[in-house]
């Protein structure tokens, strides 16, 4: 049982980065993205108006907060020196920025960005105004392929997602409505969770429990990202379902095309062109595959059914820290990427979730599969196949 990543896991990338600065016209690295900044340090935070950056040099690691933060950070190990400025706009976060890079006797730096994203009202200044500034995307390069570490945690993800679907499906009837069925089931299966790892469980999020399991129902599932409509469950409802759960920032995705009472002969036959198209993305996945061949292959059989005029998206996305995470699999991909890049490699952990939506219902499973060095690995076992997703 997984529950967070071990100390060893930073030490390693902390380790690779100074590699990359050593090689670089650098005598830095900066991150600004809240994600990036997490996967380095172990600092988690929410990205607003107030930027936060991380300087690593080859024996510092510095951080720069908004005075909000400095109680949330001190206590971090691997943080050499936090720096912070009260609040914006009346705080000057990027001087106080190159302050700490004037302090670590640094003049040029590669950055992830030009200073800290514009979110929530934010405005600038550059951080090239004051320092040499290179480009660099490290982080998001290295979090493609994940440790062994990195998959544990997906997969212990994995497991309460699964126990939120089954509430999920056992909680569904008709005349109840998808909001309070959504709640109750990432109640009980949270409970159940956070009951089960006790103080284990690293706490990663605000107000809401650590499982997730919900979904959109009857016309809203024609639309990929549809909202819960305001309306409670009839006999003959399509649902899109969704659930996963957060092991120390990690997530899986599972998701369910499912029907209330009795479906018809026309949602069983999108319902199993749909399975079949999945059941064909998953075969063809494994290393060394392009990525783009397995949105490829989906999309010749889409037009041999008939039906490319009822898919609205690529076949699916790596998943990890973040819920949607690059390589994308998608027919494009090898128009950006080549050699090592273009292909899959162990490591990688995809969404599989081929989707078909006619005018009144959208038909989609998602299940989170690793790649590892001889083929894959299910991470999600939920059932997939059409009187298992009956309720």
Same mark, same amino acid.
């Given at each position: 049982m997984a529950t967070q990543l071990p100390e060893r896991e930073f030490d390693d990338r902390l380790a690779e980065i100074r590699t990359k600065i050593a090689d670089s016209d650098a005598e830095a690295g900066v991150w600004f993205g809240a994600t990036s900044i997490e996967y380095l340090s172990g600092f988690h935070h929410i990205q607003t108006e107030r930027p936060v950056a991380l300087a690593? =040099?080859?024996d510092r690691l510095e951080i720069t907060v908004p005075r909000l933060e400095v109680e949330r950070v001190e206590p971090n190990p691997r943080i050499d020196a936090v720096h912070n400025y009260f609040d914006y706009p009346g705080?000057?976060?990027?001087?106080? #920025?190159?302050? %700490?890079?004037?302090?670590l006797g640094v003049d040029a730096v590669a950055a992830d960005a030009d200073g800290a994203p514009g979110v929530m009202g934010y405005e600038g200044p550059s951080l090239s105004e004051f320092v040499d500034v290179e480009d660099q995307s490290? #982080?998001? @390069? %290295? @979090?493609?392929?994940k440790t062994d570490a990195e998959v544990d945690l997906i997969r212990e993800s994995a497991k309460w997602a699964n126990l939120g679907h089954r509430y999920l499906a056992d909680y569904t009837e008709v005349g109840a409505h998808p909001s309070t069925v959504?709640? @109750?089931?990432s109640t009980d299966a949270s409970r159940a969770m956070l009951d089960t790892l006790g103080d284990t469980y690293s706490v990663r999020v605000r107000g809401s429990g650590p499982v997730h399991a919900g979904y959109i129902s009857g016309e809203e599932t024609a639309l990929p990202h549809g909202h819960t409509p305001n309306e409670r469950l009839s006999e003959g409802d399509v649902l899109i379902t969704g659930a996963s759960a957060n092991v120390d920032g990690y997530n899986s995705e599972l998701e369910r095309t499912m029907f209330v009472g009795d479906y018809t002969d026309e949602q069983e036959h999108y319902f199993e062109l749909m399975l079949e198209a999945q059941d064909i993305a998953i075969d063809a996945l494994g290393p060394g595959v392009p990525v783009s061949d397995v949105d490829q292959v989906v999309w010749d059989y889409f037009e041999e059914q008939g039906v490319t005029d009822l898919a609205q998206h690529h076949v699916g996305h790596n998943i990890g820290l973040g819920g949607h995470e690059p390589p994308y699999i998608d027919r494009g991909w090898d128009e950006r990427y080549d050699g090592e890049d273009a292909t899959m490699a162990p490591g990688q952990v995809y969404t599989i979730e081929p989707g078909l939506y006619t005018e009144k219902f959208g038909y @989609?499973?998602?299940? =989170?599969i690793a790649i590892t060095e001889d083929g894959v690995e299910w991470l999600t076992h939920f059932p997939r196949d059409i009187d298992s997703n009956t309720v």
């Open positions: 690593v =040099t080859q705080g000057k976060p990027i001087e106080v #920025v190159v302050e %700490m890079l004037d302090g490290w #982080v998001d @390069r %290295m @979090r493609w392929e959504s709640q @109750r089931a @989609r499973h998602s299940d =989170t």
